[in-house]
């Protein structure tokens, strides 16, 4: 769309100006700010800078000429900038910017931006292009909800990358090379991957991890949920297992909670990043306040989250805000495996398999039971051994038992 | 190492550049002993070296740095002094007209070896025309080198090197120094000018400060040491040239700064130190720039009025705080 | 009063060659400027030739000389080169400023020129260093410093007047008195009618000379930097002139009446001196002309020689603001085109 360039007042006495030299031509590119024209006033020589970015389309006034001010002198075909290029508003004069346009800054003049853009500070703007994250689905906890790096960190955090977060799986049968490989396929790493290899490091490296087991008794779970599916209400074993978590969570608090340096922040809100195993790996959408949602509620929003993250229509929202993370592996038919915490967190469930295994009963009888294999794995620097043992045990409780799944509602 | 005042390094420096080279010498108002300048900056420097050699001026400081000019320009190398740095006003022709450009506009037919000393800054109830801070003026023009020490061992290496160099130098001291103690080597030493001082180190916020505000940062960041915020002090020493590597480096590792400057906010020096980190560490920075300077009035008679004008370390708390989202 | 001896040691024909020299210069420049050849601004010093001239012929090249923004005639006086001159008035890279000070600036310091200075009465207060300077290191060198009727009622003029009088320097102050400041006539702007009186209140010897007899400036400048060789401290010579020309070119015209300038050319120092010169059988006509067509010549050689020098790249303009390379590149480095 062209843009007219007149002459511009440059005093209060101004009323005309001599073209002295065009400093761009017909079919230059010109940004906003180059300088486009030398004209001379009656007072000076100046340089009169493009308040375009585009394409010089045509010079209408000549060198030599004399013009009025405000007559037309050039047009320029407006390339229009993509979000978040730059501060510059369409402004008064001389085309310097003006500040920027963040909420709590004086406005110095209203003219409207040009799209919707993020309100974050350099350095988590060029923290959020290096990561690809995109600005707009974040939540800035600066003044006047500014994103800053703190939120940059916390949102790689959250987000789970397409890579197997498992340490090792022990029923997996085939044995791990060490030789290096002088021919074969390199295949490159992608931005997520590369994202997650990092991450899985820095827990690694950062979280002291240790891991504590426990077998949970599945057979009244699987029967609750066959009487609920019965009353059509569908939940998965899965499901049951969130809630349990849920509830668990709720009185370990230390455990729904991020490490700060000096000090834990225990979340508020237990919001479960539940596991999905998709095509190229893994991903875990976040289903919010877990403690608070009915079984059927949390069932749907599990569901759905798993619909979407197999079709690949997951939105950066739903992978973030999570707490803790629950990977069940158990339809893989996998007993027993160790998961590496994700970060922030300060731990991680990873459910096995429910197996059909001969126990002994009170009476020292071997009766058939289905066992569970759950595995915690926790961030030394936030909880220990107890803590984790007494909470799972109060997970195995609450699974067993199943009247706490099913009486809020 | 021993430990002596500000006002001692200047006059030792002095004294010691006059001894070394017999081409060096004083001008100004007031400056041979018993009285030794107004600051007490030149004494014991007379009686030692002779009235010869340290000139008591009338007072017309126009024609005192146009005669130390004219000297400068015609094999002597001055040293001039300016009771007040809010003096300067009336020499300022002298200086940004003639000292600053002499050089340039016959072409680099001359060096102009000219030190021009003055002492500025609030906080004795001096009032609105004797406590100015006028760096912002003076690095505003090209041709000049500009000095801000804020310690004797600074003050001292600084002050030499400026007396040893071939171009002008404004060196700008500050009244409320003077008294200051600190340890200078005891053999020569100069400094270099262009080269910064970290004079704390610390990982979350930078503040870069001038002259007293050096001293003054230096007290903020030991407050916010308490709640676990650790500033990292930059002491530019001198404003032109600028180590604005030392703060760009300072300021990739922290992402935030503090610029604090006495000199009135508006157009001020710490405008000019932001200017350039915007430019250059643009996307390191991860909070707006925070400049604590003097209020934009004159500076009042009243101390506690003049307390609320000049900069404070609560300022510069504040302004570091808020630089990490804290209110 | 001077003694006809005085007059004796200087060479009249050099006199009249050296203000022919100036006339032509000054003449160049008027046509090269109003032709559109020379940039900024251009005072001309027409018609002041026999105080620019008389006194520099008092001076020797070790002597520091300090001028004003109407400086052509006084540095070509003092000795600048008219090569160098004309060429800076181009801006052109060989000019004796490197194209870095123009008309109001000509300076060359190894003639003892402190330069012709753009502030009016600036260049006093450095001639009163220069002076300073010379005292101090002992030798037996002076300082002049020219200025105009204009900075009469300026400060530093008399600062430095006070200062020389306090440490009785070896200076002369000479005042160009051509009327008028810019557009001012005396009345308006000078307190008292005789600027000579009122220097002598400082305590200095004062004088007044006609400006225009060139032997009669040398005389009494002459004297003047004597005393001040002998350590008697400063004089003021207040030298009564007229400049043909308006303030600069651009001058409408409207501040002086017509029969004035017309009188005051008949006054014309050069012809003046041609006149003595004839009258006491020192030269004939021919010679005299010889001399006019040698420095004609010579100017228009110049002229072609400074046309053609070529002009500096632009970047020269960031050489020479400092003699540090290292700091002072730093010193001037801007933002303008950083990528951080």
């Known amino acids: 769309m062209p843009a007219d360039v007149t002459m511009p007042r440059m005093g209060q006495s101004m009323e005309t100006g001599v073209i002295l030299k065009w400093l761009k031509q017909p079919g230059e590119a010109v940004q906003r700010g180059d300088p486009l024209v030398e004209i001379e006033t009656d007072k000076a020589t100046v340089d009169i800078e493009s308040l375009f970015s585009g394409t010089v389309l045509e010079l209408v006034a000549q060198e030599g000429d004399t013009v009025e001010v405000g007559a037309l002198i050039a047009r320029i075909e407006e390339r229009v900038q993509s979000v978040g290029a730059g501060l510059d508003q369409p402004g008064m004069g001389m085309g310097r910017s003006s500040p920027t346009p963040t909420p709590e800054a004086v406005s110095f003049n209203g003219a409207a931006r040009k799209g919707p853009r993020a309100n974050a500070s350099p350095l988590a703007k060029r923290l959020a292009n290096a990561y690809g994250i995109d600005l707009l689905a974040l939540t800035g906890s600066g003044p006047g909800g500014r994103i800053g790096?703190?939120?940059i960190d916390g949102w790689l955090a959250q987000v789970q990358p397409r890579a197997v977060s498992v340490s090792h799986v022990i029923t997996s049968a085939a044995p791990v090379t060490t030789q290096t490989q002088t021919s074969g396929k390199r295949v490159p790493l992608n931005k997520m991957r590369q994202t997650a290899a990092r991450r899985m490091v820095q827990s690694k490296q950062q979280a002291p991890h240790f891991y504590v087991a426990m077998d949970v008794e599945m057979t009244r779970v699987l029967q609750l949920r066959e009487s609920l599916k019965a009353r059509g209400v569908a939940v998965s074993v899965n499901d049951l297992i969130l809630k349990a978590v849920a509830l668990a969570l709720v009185q370990f608090p230390n455990l729904n909670a991020t490490f700060d340096g000096d000090a834990v922040v225990q979340h508020a809100d237990v919001n479960l990043a539940v596991a999905v195993a998709v095509e190229d790996g893994l991903l875990t959408p976040v289903v919010a306040r877990c403690q608070t949602l009915a079984l059927p509620d949390l069932a749907a929003q599990s569901r759905q989250a798993a619909e979407r993250a197999r079709a690949g229509r997951l939105n950066p929202a739903d992978l973030e805000g999570g707490t803790f993370t629950v990977s069940n592996l158990g339809m893989f038919g996998v007993k027993h495996f160790e998961a590496i915490v994700n970060p922030p967190h300060a731990a991680i469930l990873a459910v096995g398999a429910v197996q059909r295994i001969p126990v002994f009963d009170a009476q020292d009888r071997i009766i058939a039971a289905q066992l569970m294999t759950v595995t915690v794995s926790a961030d030394h620097r936030v909880t220990d051994g107890a803590e984790v043992a007494r909470f799972l045990a109060a997970?195995?409780?609450?699974?067993?038992?199943?009247f706490a799944l099913v009486s809020s509602f | 190492m021993t430990e002596i005042t500000?006002?001692?390094?200047?006059?030792?420096?002095?004294?010691?550049?006059?001894?070394?080279?017999?081409?060096?010498f004083l001008i100004g108002e007031d400056l041979r002993d018993p009285w030794g300048g107004a600051y007490k900056t030149t004494q014991n420097i007379s009686a030692v070296v002779g009235n010869d050699r340290v000139i008591n001026t009338p007072i017309a400081e126009e024609s005192i740095v146009g005669a130390a000019l004219g000297a400068a320009l015609t094999g002597l190398r001055p040293v001039a002094e300016l009771q007040y740095l809010d003096f300067v006003m009336r020499a300022m022709d002298a200086v940004v007209n003639q000292v600053a450009k002499v050089r340039y506009m016959s072409g680099g037919q001359v060096t102009v070896p000219l030190v021009i000393r003055a002492q500025g800054g609030g906080g004795r109830s001096s009032a609105a025309q004797h406590g100015n801070s006028l760096e912002a003026w003076l690095c505003h023009v090209p041709g000049l080198f500009i000095a801000m020490p804020a310690t004797p061992y600074d003050a001292k290496g600084l002050l030499k090197t400026a007396i040893r160099m071939d171009d002008p130098v404004f060196f700008i001291e500050h009244k409320m120094l003077y008294m200051t103690k600190g340890e200078v080597p005891e053999g020569e030493y100069t400094i270099p000018f262009g080269v910064a001082d970290v004079k704390r180190r610390g990982g979350d916020v930078t503040i870069v400060a001038t002259s007293r505000m050096v001293l003054y940062a230096l007290e903020a960041a030991e407050e916010l040491a308490k709640e676990g915020i650790e500033a990292e002090i930059i002491d530019p020493r001198t404003l032109v040239p600028l180590d604005e590597a030392a703060i760009l480096e300072s300021v990739h590792k922290t992402n935030r700064l503090v610029v604090v400057s006495e000199g009135v906010e508006r157009c001020g020096w710490a405008a000019e130190c932001v200017a350039m980190v915007q430019k250059c560490a643009f996307s390191d920075l991860d909070a707006p720039i925070e400049r604590v300077c003097s209020l934009n009035v004159p500076l009042p008679f009243q101390p506690d009025m003049e307390r609320f004008v000049l900069p404070s370390v609560a300022d510069i708390i504040k302004a570091a705080r808020l630089t990490l989202g804290k209110v | 009063m001077p003694a006809l001896s005085t007059t004796e040691k200087v060479d009249w024909l050099d006199l009249y060659r050296v203000m022919q020299r100036v006339r032509k210069f000054e003449q160049a420049a008027f046509q090269l400027y109003t032709g559109g050849k020379l940039p900024g601004f251009l005072h001309l010093s027409i018609g002041q030739e026999g105080t620019s001239v008389g006194a520099c012929a008092a001076l020797r090249p070790d002597d520091y000389m300090a001028s004003t923004?109407?400086?052509?005639?006084?540095?070509?006086?003092?000795?600048?080169?008219?090569?160098?001159?004309?060429?800076?008035?181009?801006?052109?890279?060989?000019?004796?400023?490197?194209?870095k000070g123009g008309s109001m600036h000509i300076a060359d310091f190894s003639q003892g020129i402190l330069g012709a200075n753009g502030i009016i009465a600036a260049g006093v207060p450095i001639a009163v260093g220069a002076a300073l300077s010379a005292k101090y290191r002992k030798t037996d060198q002076v300082a002049l410093a020219f200025f105009g009727d204009g900075a009469t009622g300026c400060g530093p003029l008399h600062e430095g007047m006070n200062m020389a009088m306090l440490w009785s320097l070896p200076m002369i102050f000479v005042r160009q008195n051509n009327h008028y400041a810019e557009s001012t006539p005396r009345a308006e702007y000078q307190g008292i009618p005789d600027v000579a009186r009122w220097a002598a209140g400082y305590g200095m010897p004062a004088q007044k000379v006609d400006g225009n007899d060139v032997l009669a400036v040398y005389n009494a400048v002459a004297e003047a930097v004597e005393r001040g060789r002998r350590g008697e401290g400063p004089s003021f010579i207040d030298s009564e002139t007229y400049r043909w020309f308006g303030h600069n070119i651009g001058d409408p015209g409207t501040a002086r009446p017509k029969e004035e300038v017309e009188l005051w050319k008949t006054?014309?120092?050069?012809?003046?001196?041609?006149?003595?010169?004839?009258?006491?059988?020192?030269a004939s006509d021919a010679q005299l002309d010889a001399i006019d067509q040698q420095e004609d010549a010579a100017m228009q050689q110049a002229i072609v020689i400074a046309e053609a020098e070529p002009k500096p790249p632009p970047q020269a303009a960031l050489d020479d603001v400092y003699s540090d390379r290292e700091l002072g590149a730093r010193a001037i480095k801007g933002l303008r085109g950083v990528s951080p």
């Open chain 1, 149 to 151: 790096k703190a939120d």
């Open chain 3, 69 to 99: 923004h109407r400086g052509h005639g006084d540095t070509i006086a003092k000795g600048v080169s008219v090569q160098a001159a004309l060429t800076e008035l181009f801006g052109g890279a060989s000019g004796v400023c490197h194209a």
């Open chain 3, 267 to 282: 006054r014309d120092p050069i012809a003046r001196l041609r006149q003595k010169i004839l009258a006491l059988g020192m």
């Open chain 1, 395 to 402: 997970f195995k409780q609450t699974l067993e038992d199943g």
């Open chain 2, 6 to 24: 500000y006002r001692e390094a200047i006059r030792d420096a002095q004294r010691e550049e006059l001894e070394r080279d017999p081409k060096v």
